[in-house]
């Protein structure tokens, strides 16, 4: 059924529509609005689920991490500084192979203080064993919680679907919202094989030393390897149930395309434009968006980018002393392969909330095209320097 | 494409200083606060103006230059605060002002330093660090504003909410009990614990006062209304409203036990000054207990 949505309660609708079990959350702007959408579900009876408020965001990944742990699907939603506060548990939910789903509502993180949008939260967050998705419009948000638990249960790691603060949670839009039997088809009953059961006994976050700690690691690899596959076959899935299909990458006339703009999250939207209007100028530039960012898609990146003449990646976040973390991760992608070699631009844009409107990416691919070599790892539009 | 992009108007940096010189100081107090942060961003019927009043109310009373007092406050709509005075102050993160100030307070023990934050800053996410400031008895003035609901977030149920009340996470009613704050700070060791609600303004200026007269960790409780967040879903009217049910409901009664000073929804507030007793804060401690020793060890290794 098409309805009106927020990004924030298209979310919800989706952690409704997946069955979730237990809830745990803090309030952070803006992700307020998801969990309020499943207090109020919870109370009316469309969702039956346990719901509890806790004292911070530490403790809402903890209860979640609990909860699964004793096989509930679980669900979260935070922000900014409450994924930071998070960190640790992070790495708790993914070392113990549990497959939990977070919504992270981009926004950066202070000092200074600031609630708008860009990746610093979900950036820093790239080392811990979490699959990341950044998702275009409230539609694709919807899907990709669903999809998440069907690639997190497949694999046994936690995923986190990352949109846009302010310009995905606070907008709406029309969503085709699945029907429950059809979501049922998809995603079928949770059934984790390790889970505490007083009738089979399993210990969670024993010691393990030097004897098997890095074994248990190179799993946690190989199973990110895997999750590209489960990926695929849950959009696969998808697809053929609900006639919709994002894929790992989208790529956005790219055919002969010389120059190549690589985007996440909303700014694929407005790249979009802008690519449509300078096609019909003649010049030849397409757009790839990077949907999925971990396990992040090596061989697609390759195959698709490794012939084209100049790559103009757009980060909403830096890695300070480094350059944007998108392009240094098409940069590594593209190095020591048996292709040609794009020179890569890395561009930084729309930091803590700052709009990047046409003229902005128009002005990236003039630069793109303009410059012989890159003047520098990262080139900041908007920063008033 | 079309682009139908607005005209933007530069910025009139002469003219905005111009109004901001001409409106600063027409109040007697505006010495404490920022010239041009003034509209506040609180909603009408909030109780924050009382407490930020009442506080400078008291600093001036002591006569204290702002030169000698700092700021420190957490995340919420009571973190704002910091903001507007004209002072040293610090907007820290969510839950993290108390081991802030604490640094604060051992590095400039010369300074008056005051945590202005909210029950939810200061008792869900921050509230392990509360518990352990007034069991060191670090020297810290704490003021905690008391709504019963996170309000800058759009009035979720946090530690305080009362059992049974709405907001918009308890839409059938709050399942668990809320923190008696008093009761709470004083177990925890504070040594001086007060509360009043936002229609006691005389005697919140009198606590602010009599507590930077101790040293040590003080706690100072303001029930304030929040209309929007938590007054609304419960029925409590306005913010005019809640004064009048602060006014009908509030006891006052100095030296009460802490522990009998529970607030339930629509139920009477006990207020008054509940402790204040003395015993050595961290750093005379320290100093006695931890500097003294280390130096005497040395004094006798050189002999």
């Known amino acids: ?385 | 494409m079309k682009r139908h992009l607005r005209e933007l108007q530069p910025f009139n940096k002469e003219a905005e200083d111009k109004h901001i010189r001409e409106g600063h100081g027409l109040h007697p107090l505006d010495a404490y606060l920022k010239p041009g942060r003034i509209p506040h961003i609180w909603c009408p019927g909030c109780g924050l103006g009382v407490a930020l009043t009442a506080y400078i109310e008291a600093l001036h009373r002591k006569k204290f230059p702002v030169d000698q007092c700092s700021v420190v406050s957490g995340i919420g709509c009571t973190g704002r605060i910091a903001g507007y005075l004209d002072m040293d102050t610090y907007h820290t993160t969510h839950g993290r002002a108390i081991p802030f100030a604490t640094g604060l307070a051992l590095a400039r023990p010369d300074l008056h330093i005051t945590v202005f934050s909210g029950d939810g800053d200061l008792f869900a996410i921050g509230g392990n660090h509360m518990i352990h400031a007034a069991r060191r008895n670090v020297n810290l003035k704490v003021i905690c504003v008391n709504n019963f609901n996170y309000g800058m977030t759009g009035g979720q149920a946090g530690p305080t909410t009362p059992i049974d009340a709405k907001t918009s996470t308890t839409p059938m009613g709050n399942a668990e009990p809320g923190f008696n704050l008093p009761h709470l700070a004083h177990a925890s060791g504070a040594i001086y614990v007060a509360r009043w609600t936002t229609f006691h303004p005389r005697q919140l200026v009198h606590s602010i006062s009599e507590s930077f007269d101790r040293k040590g960790f003080t706690f100072i409780e303001v029930i304030a209304p929040c209309p929007i967040g938590y007054g609304r879903p419960n029925k409590l009217g306005d913010g005019l409203e809640e004064m009048r049910y602060y006014r009908e409901m509030s006891e006052v009664r100095n030296g009460a036990d802490p522990g009998t000073a529970e607030i339930r929804l629509r139920d009477k507030i006990l207020v008054g000054k509940f402790v204040d007793k003395e015993r050595p804060d961290f750093l005379e401690n320290y100093n006695n207990l931890v500097i003294a020793k280390a130096q005497a060890g040395k004094k006798g290794r050189a002999a």
């Open chain 1, 1 to 385: 059924m098409k309805k009106v949505l927020m990004g924030d309660h298209a979310v919800s609708h989706a952690a409704m529509l997946s069955r979730v079990q237990v809830i745990s959350a803090y309030p952070i702007t803006p992700q307020t609005y998801v969990v309020e959408e499943l207090a109020e579900a919870c109370r009316d009876g469309r969702l039956k689920a346990k719901f509890v408020m806790v004292e911070s965001e530490h403790s809402a990944m903890a209860c979640i991490i609990g909860a699964c742990a004793a096989g509930s699907r679980a669900f979260t939603a935070t922000s900014s500084h409450g994924l930071a506060l998070m960190h640790e548990m992070l790495h708790w939910a993914s070392g113990a192979r549990l497959p939990v789903v977070m919504a992270n509502c981009n926004r950066a993180l202070g000092p200074p203080w600031n609630i708008l949008c860009d990746h610093s939260d979900s950036m820093s967050q790239r080392d811990t064993g979490w699959i990341q998705f950044y998702v275009e419009s409230n539609q694709e948000a919807l899907d990709t919680v669903i999809q998440a638990y069907r690639i997190a249960e497949k694999v046994l790691l936690p995923v986190m679907v990352n949109l846009d603060g302010f310009f995905l949670t606070h907008t709406a839009e029309v969503v085709d919202v699945p029907d429950q039997d059809q979501v049922d088809a998809y995603l079928p009953p949770f059934s984790l094989p390790y889970k505490l059961d007083v009738e089979d006994p399993h210990s969670f976050g024993a010691i393990c030393l030097d004897d098997n700690f890095m074994a248990l690691k190179h799993d946690m690899q190989a199973a990110m390897d895997l999750a590209r596959d489960a990926a695929l076959e849950a959009d696969e899935a998808f697809a053929e149930i609900f006639g919709r299909k994002y894929g790992l990458l989208e790529p956005y006339r790219m055919d002969h395309a010389d120059t190549v703009l690589v985007t996440n999250g909303t700014i694929t939207g407005t790249a979009r434009e802008v690519v449509d209007d300078l096609r019909r100028r003649g010049v030849s530039v397409g757009l790839l968006k990077v949907r999925m960012l971990r396990p992040f898609p090596f061989a697609p990146v390759r195959s698709l980018l490794g012939d084209r003449e100049r790559i103009a990646v757009i980060d909403r976040s830096v890695s300070y002393g480094l350059a944007g973390g998108l392009a240094c991760e098409i940069r590594s992608a593209l190095y020591g392969h048996d292709h040609g070699r794009p020179r890569v631009f890395g561009y930084i844009a729309g930091l803590g909330g700052k709009d990047v409107v046409p003229s902005d990416i128009e002005e990236i691919v003039n630069r793109t095209l303009t410059y012989e070599q890159p003047p520098r790892d990262d080139i900041w539009i908007g920063a008033g320097t």
